[in-house]
């Protein structure tokens, strides 16, 4: 559906805001055409200031939450160079990381102070895992902050993790240095204000809160510099950021009701999960009434610890999934997105169960699971990126494809490489060879098989961390943690290095977005015409969020605390407002008619859209 360009009363106040110089905080529901308003605040700015700010060396901000993002605007703005397009740490770090002996203090002052106290709040002093990892980590922070002492220059190595002895700093901690900085340096807050009048955040409901107070900071006084928030509180599904965002003192709350995207049942159900905003459908889709249906199953009492289900349970939850879609007539439509809570769901879906519960097992750590989930770990990276993707080209006999894929990440093909001197004909026999191997490798090997070959014919960079795993032998011992803990990582290779290739295929499938299925965290600002929604607290087996709690509490027999509501409420809104004109949601309650009951006391859907399966 084309989102609708005209004006709106929204973007009326903003212009009006930006007459003021007065600074303002856009609320802006779900499909409301928050983008086109940002887009349309910014060439404004250009059409009414550009030449003056381009005389006084100035420039206009504009801060987003993704690189894709920031593509997509730096585009729509014809890459105008008046205008900073960029994410949030990336601009900040540009600020701020000419400043080392002032990044040293605030980490040393400030910063791996706090990392250290947060760890120590985990140990008890008791002899458990947990308390020992708190310990050993708050140990190793002590050691780096004294390191810090010695590092001349920093940078930001955007990724999640910090190495101080290195002077490299993750996304938190460039976030936490800037924010302290901007807060404790009023001459750093007057050289931003001067250089960037107008600062502009994009998503800034997943701005972090410390950003967002340092902003108002240098914005704070009536006038030039202003900051102009967009984005809504309900579509905060990510922990620890802004949420409810405002400006500083006598910024102006913009609400942007209208809905260009979704059905009217859609903005109906919408509706009935906020009383902050009312939307209303404003565009094409206000001419499709869309249809909602949910689904109450009846779970089964958990037959495993800690309340989980047993493989048979699994089996038996699963076809009745499979039942519901099939009785909506959604089974195997390629025009329906289905939205699962967490990976291991997606995976017993597709297939790469027993790879998922090997990165979500004993022998890999937080940053192993981490990287497992981006894609971006040393084993996982050269599959998704380079190995299977060469596999699929020959497989569908698409020779550029396959050259394409080489040049841009197999060390062999690189241009400048060792055979950067042989003939274009001699690289495209050798590529024909390689890739051919690799074909016959992946249909009766190991993902072990796979690796080594990738490196001895140079698909696949031979890193010291790679290189070391295949050249050792495998781990003979049991695994025990207390005495093998610090090496798990190698029973971790060695299990991996076993797996089939289907797994690893199905994984890489998923993750180039080539499936059906994705998390309900990966689709926020997506759009589908059919959404099916899965919500069960039990199968997820993930207590940051409790959806039982939210839409029936009583029939639940759950409170949730105020961060599992807010948490599910949002991710929820977020599910929900993917749909452009229909929605199927799967509901597993502890009682399936009681549920449907609730659902239609607290407003959320009607009798005719609720089904009951005991």
Request: with cysteine; hydrophobic share 35%.
């Given at each position: 559906?084309?989102?609708?360009?005209?004006?709106?009363?929204?973007?009326?106040?903003?212009?009006?805001?930006?007459?003021?110089?007065r600074?303002?905080?856009?609320?802006?529901?779900?499909?409301?055409?928050?983008?086109?308003?940002?887009i349309?605040?910014?060439?404004?700015?250009?059409?009414?200031?550009?030449?003056l700010?381009?005389?006084?060396?100035?420039?206009?901000?504009?801060?987003?939450?993704?690189k894709?993002?920031?593509?997509?605007?730096?585009?729509?703005?014809?890459?105008d160079?008046?205008?900073?397009v960029?994410t949030?740490?990336?601009?900040?770090?540009g600020e701020i990381?000419?400043?080392?002996?002032?990044?040293?203090k605030?980490?040393?002052?400030?910063?791996?102070?706090?990392?250290?106290?947060?760890?120590?709040?985990?140990?008890d002093?008791?002899?458990t895992?947990?308390?020992?990892?708190?310990?050993?980590?708050?140990?190793?922070?002590?050691?780096?902050?004294?390191?810090?002492?010695k590092?001349?220059?920093?940078?930001?190595?955007?990724?999640?993790?910090s190495?101080?002895?290195?002077?490299?700093?993750g996304?938190?901690d460039?976030?936490a240095?800037?924010?302290?900085?901007?807060?404790?340096?009023?001459?750093?807050?007057?050289?931003?204000?001067?250089?960037?009048?107008y600062?502009?955040?994009?998503?800034?409901?997943?701005?972090?809160?410390?950003?967002?107070?340092?902003?108002?900071t240098?914005?704070?006084?009536?006038?030039?510099?202003?900051?102009?928030y967009?984005?809504?509180?309900?579509?905060?599904i990510?922990d620890?950021?802004?949420g409810?965002?405002e400006?500083?003192?006598?910024?102006?709350?913009?609400?942007?009701?209208?809905?260009f995207?979704?059905?009217?049942e859609?903005?109906?159900?919408?509706?009935?999960?906020?009383?902050?905003?009312?939307q209303?459908?404003?565009?094409?889709?206000?001419?499709i009434?869309g249809?909602?249906?949910?689904?109450?199953?009846?779970?089964?009492?958990?037959?495993?610890?800690?309340?989980?289900?047993?493989?048979?349970?699994?089996?038996?939850?699963?076809?009745?999934?499979?039942k519901a879609?099939?009785?909506?007539?959604?089974?195997?439509?390629?025009?329906?997105?289905?939205?699962?809570l967490?990976?291991?769901m997606?995976a017993?879906?597709?297939?790469?169960?027993?790879?998922?519960?090997?990165?979500?097992?004993?022998?890999?750590s937080?940053?192993?699971?981490e990287?497992?989930e981006?894609?971006d770990?040393?084993?996982?990276?050269?599959?998704?990126?380079?190995?299977?993707?060469?596999v699929i080209?020959f497989r569908?006999?698409?020779?550029?494809k396959?050259?394409?894929?080489?040049r841009?990440?197999?060390?062999?093909?690189?241009?400048?490489?060792?055979?950067?001197k042989?003939?274009?004909?001699?690289?495209?026999?050798i590529?024909?060879e390689?890739?051919?191997?690799?074909?016959?490798?992946?249909?009766?090997g190991?993902?072990?098989?796979?690796?080594?070959?990738?490196v001895?014919?140079?698909?696949?960079?031979?890193?010291?961390?790679?290189?070391?795993?295949?050249?050792?032998?495998?781990?003979?011992?049991?695994?025990?943690?207390?005495?093998?803990?610090?090496?798990?990582?190698?029973?971790?290779?060695?299990d991996?290095?076993?797996?089939p290739?289907?797994?690893v295929e199905?994984?890489?499938?998923?993750?180039?977005?080539?499936?059906?299925y994705s998390t309900?965290?990966?689709?926020?600002?997506?759009?589908?015409?059919?959404?099916?929604?899965?919500?069960?607290?039990?199968?997820?087996?993930w207590?940051?969020?409790?959806?039982?709690?939210?839409l029936?509490?009583?029939?639940?027999?759950?409170?949730?605390?105020?961060?599992?509501l807010?948490l599910?409420?949002n991710?929820?809104?977020v599910?929900f407002?993917?749909a452009?004109?229909d929605?199927?949601i799967v509901?597993?309650?502890?009682?399936?008619?009681?549920a449907?009951?609730?659902?239609?006391e607290?407003g959320?859907?009607?009798?005719s859209?609720?089904?009951?399966?005991?």
């Amino acid at each position: 559906m084309k989102v609708e360009l005209k004006p709106t009363e929204a973007d009326a106040l903003i212009d009006q805001c930006l007459s003021e110089n007065r600074c303002f905080h856009v609320i802006a529901g779900a499909g409301s055409g928050k983008t086109a308003s940002l887009i349309r605040t910014l060439e404004s700015i250009r059409d009414q200031k550009g030449a003056l700010l381009r005389r006084t060396g100035q420039r206009v901000v504009c801060l987003t939450f993704t690189k894709r993002a920031v593509e997509v605007i730096r585009k729509r703005l014809r890459w105008d160079d008046l205008f900073i397009v960029s994410t949030l740490h990336s601009f900040l770090w540009g600020e701020i990381g000419r400043f080392s002996k002032d990044i040293q203090k605030a980490l040393y002052d400030d910063v791996v102070p706090t990392h250290i106290a947060h760890a120590r709040k985990d140990d008890d002093g008791k002899a458990t895992k947990k308390a020992a990892a708190a310990r050993e980590k708050a140990e190793k922070l002590e050691i780096q902050r004294e390191a810090l002492l010695k590092v001349a220059s920093f940078r930001y190595a955007d990724g999640p993790y910090s190495n101080y002895v290195e002077g490299e700093l993750g996304h938190d901690d460039v976030i936490a240095v800037a924010a302290s900085l901007i807060r404790s340096r009023e001459l750093l807050r007057r050289l931003i204000g001067q250089k960037y009048p107008y600062i502009f955040v994009d998503e800034a409901q997943d701005t972090h809160e410390e950003i967002v107070s340092a902003l108002n900071t240098v914005c704070a006084d009536a006038g030039l510099p202003l900051v102009g928030y967009f984005g809504d509180p309900m579509q905060q599904i990510y922990d620890k950021r802004a949420g409810s965002f405002e400006g500083p003192p006598n910024s102006l709350l913009i609400p942007k009701r209208e809905n260009f995207r979704c059905s009217n049942e859609v903005v109906k159900l919408l509706n009935a999960f906020r009383d902050d905003l009312q939307q209303f459908p404003a565009g094409e889709n206000s001419k499709i009434e869309g249809s909602i249906k949910i689904r109450c199953i009846s779970t089964e009492t958990p037959e495993l610890p800690r309340g989980r289900y047993s493989p048979e349970q699994i089996s038996r939850a699963t076809a009745l999934l499979d039942k519901a879609i099939s009785d909506w007539g959604w089974a195997g439509q390629s025009d329906v997105k289905h939205l699962y809570l967490v990976r291991q769901m997606i995976a017993r879906r597709l297939g790469f169960v027993s790879l998922h519960s090997l990165f979500d097992g004993d022998y890999a750590s937080q940053k192993a699971k981490e990287e497992f989930e981006t894609g971006d770990y040393f084993l996982i990276k050269p599959f998704v990126s380079c190995l299977y993707p060469l596999v699929i080209a020959f497989r569908s006999k698409n020779a550029r494809k396959q050259v394409d894929i080489l040049r841009q990440h197999a060390p062999a093909f690189d241009p400048k490489g060792v055979n950067s001197k042989r003939t274009l004909a001699e690289m495209m026999k050798i590529a024909l060879e390689c890739t051919s191997k690799l074909t016959d490798i992946w249909g009766s090997g190991t993902a072990g098989d796979v690796l080594r070959y990738a490196v001895e014919c140079g698909l696949t960079k031979e890193t010291e961390r790679l290189g070391k795993h295949i050249s050792r032998p495998p781990r003979t011992e049991a695994y025990e943690e207390t005495q093998y803990g610090a090496d798990r990582q190698d029973w971790l290779v060695d299990d991996f290095f076993k797996f089939p290739l289907l797994e690893v295929e199905k994984y890489c499938e998923f993750m180039a977005e080539n499936t059906v299925y994705s998390t309900q965290h990966g689709v926020k600002g997506e759009q589908y015409h059919k959404v099916f929604v899965v919500f069960d607290d039990i199968g997820s087996a993930w207590n940051q969020y409790s959806f039982s709690g939210l839409l029936t509490p009583k029939t639940s027999g759950k409170e949730p605390t105020e961060r599992q509501l807010r948490l599910s409420r949002n991710l929820a809104y977020v599910c929900f407002s993917r749909a452009l004109v229909d929605l199927r949601i799967v509901y597993f309650t502890p009682d399936a008619s009681a549920a449907a009951k609730e659902l239609v006391e607290r407003g959320f859907f009607t009798d005719s859209q609720i089904e009951v399966s005991a």
